[in-house]
Structures are given as structure tokens and as C-alpha cells.
């Protein structure tokens, strides 16, 4: 038995809280430039956008470098709840909620706690494969990355050179409401990187992918915008998609019973 077992860990395992932590100091830096005398919201804006890249990063490199780890995942979750969470919540009460008094409290409050329970009932979840690959394609509620994109349009809007339209402090907590209980509602919404389309769509797809870029080289805050509404209205889509898939997946199982 060697006495003096060794310690050290590969680097390659450090890699995924490299990046997580990454984008929780991301997230902390929005939180700052929200509480500044005069805030910063496009830094703040910029701050979780940056989170959400590194949230990205971090699960991809977890996966391709073989370091998944219960560590790594409840670190990732803690990181969600800030960067996607709180920050998001309490950048839209500096801007605007805290002028709406026991509303704009509740709004925040409804929000933080709706991703709070979205990332613990996603963490607690037993790690077993989907029986129907078809399933895959869909969350179960809003995930909290888009809900913080969603949350923040109306400040978008705000900050963006085109528009400059700040919607009034009860719509935005209203909004802010809402887009909380889409994360812990039971409705299904699309997994973007696990859908298929069609090969003659592709060049379509990368056309629209182009114009995007233009969009966001023109106006940034106005496309990312544009983007998270358009995500939030493939919603009655996805509903639809998915009641078509189980109905399908009950069939076949019904017709194979059937021959068994």
C-alpha cells in the first residue's frame, strides 16, 4: 500500500470550474454594474451574456474531456442560479421593479424563486437516459439561461439605439413574473441544439443565421432582443410538436404491444 497516494489532480478535471467560475464572476459582475450610482446596463447586459457563453463552454468541456463530475454539476447549478437567477432579477429592480413597491418586490421575489426551484428540481433529477430519442428535443419548462434573456428584453429594448423604449415599471414586472413561472411550468419548449431540420433547409437556415449577424452588428441589443422573443414564440409551436411526438411514440408502443 503506497503511504503517500497521490494527490494531484489532471488538469484536464479542472478545466469545467475554470469555466464555470468564470461565469459566476461573470454574473457578479452584473450584479456590480447595477449597483453602481449611475448604473451600467449595457455592462450589466454584457456581463450575463458572457455568463452564458462560459455556461455554454463549460458542460461541452466537461463532456469532450471526460471530466463530468457531481463537483462540477452542483457548482454549475449554483452558477445558473446567480447568473441567471439573481442577477437578471436584481438588475431589472435597480432599473425599474423597485419603482413599482410591493409589485416590483413580488416580481423579483416570484422570479428568483422560480429559478431557484427549476435548478433544484433539474439537479435532483436521476441522471438516466430518455427512453424515446424523439423526447430529447424538448425541456419541461423555460431553462434558465433563455428565462434570463427573455426576463431582460424590456431593458434591451431600453438600451438599444433604434428603439429606446422603456415600457412602463408594471409591465415590466408583470413580464418579469411571467417569465419566472415559465421556468417551473410543466410546458415543453424546444432544445435548440437537439433539433434536426430538414438538409434543403440548411441554406435558408444560414441565410437567417446572416442576417442575424447583421442585425447584431447594426444593433446589437436590438437582435439579441429580436432573438429571445423569437425563442419565447416557438412556445405554442413546441406545445403542439410535442403532443404530435407522444402521440406518435403511443402508437408505436401500442402497435408493438400489440404484436407481442
Not at 167 to 174: F, K, N, Q, R
Not at 251 to 260: E, K, P
Amino acid at each position: 500500500m503506497n503511504p503517500h497516494p497521490d494527490r494531484r489532480v489532471p488538469l484536464r478535471r479542472v478545466i469545467p470550474s475554470v469555466l464555470t467560475t468564470v461565469a459566476l464572476c461573470s454574473g457578479l459582475a452584473a450584479v456590480h454594474f447595477a449597483l453602481q450610482p449611475t448604473p451600467e446596463w449595457k455592462n450589466a447586459l454584457g456581463a450575463i451574456g458572457l455568463a452564458a457563453v462560459f455556461d455554454v463552454l463549460d458542460g461541452r468541456a466537461a463532456r469532450m474531456l471526460r471530466a463530468t463530475s457531481r463537483f462540477g454539476a452542483v457548482l454549475d447549478s449554483l452558477s445558473d442560479f446567480l447568473c441567471f437567477g439573481v442577477a437578471p432579477a436584481l438588475v431589472l429592480y435597480q432599473w425599474q421593479l423597485k419603482d413599482t413597491d410591493i409589485g416590483g418586490l413580488a416580481a423579483l421575489v416570484t422570479y428568483v424563486l422560480c429559478a431557484a426551484l427549476r435548478l433544484a428540481r433539474f439537479t435532483s433529477m436521476p441522471r438516466t437516459p430518455v427512453k424515446h430519442a424523439p423526447l430529447t428535443m424538448f425541456f419541461v419548462g423555460l431553462p434558465s439561461p433563455a428565462a434570463a434573456a427573455i426576463v431582460l428584453v424590456p431593458l434591451m429594448l431600453m438600451v438599444s439605439k433604434t428603439t429606446g423604449y422603456a415600457p412602463p415599471s408594471w409591465v415590466v414586472a408583470a413580464w418579469t413574473m411571467c417569465t419566472g413561472l415559465l421556468m417551473i411550468s410543466r410546458i415543453p419548449m424546444y432544445s435548440i441544439k437537439k433539433i434536426k431540420i430538414k438538409r434543403k433547409l440548411v441554406p435558408l437556415l444560414l441565410v437567417v443565421l446572416g442576417l442575424i449577424v447583421v442585425m447584431v452588428i447594426r444593433d446589437t441589443w436590438l437582435a439579441l432582443a429580436l432573438v429571445s422573443l423569437a425563442y419565447l414564440l416557438t412556445l405554442p409551436l413546441a406545445v403542439a410538436h410535442h403532443g404530435r411526438t407522444n402521440r406518435r411514440i403511443a402508437a408505436g408502443d401500442a402497435a408493438v404491444g400489440a404484436r407481442a
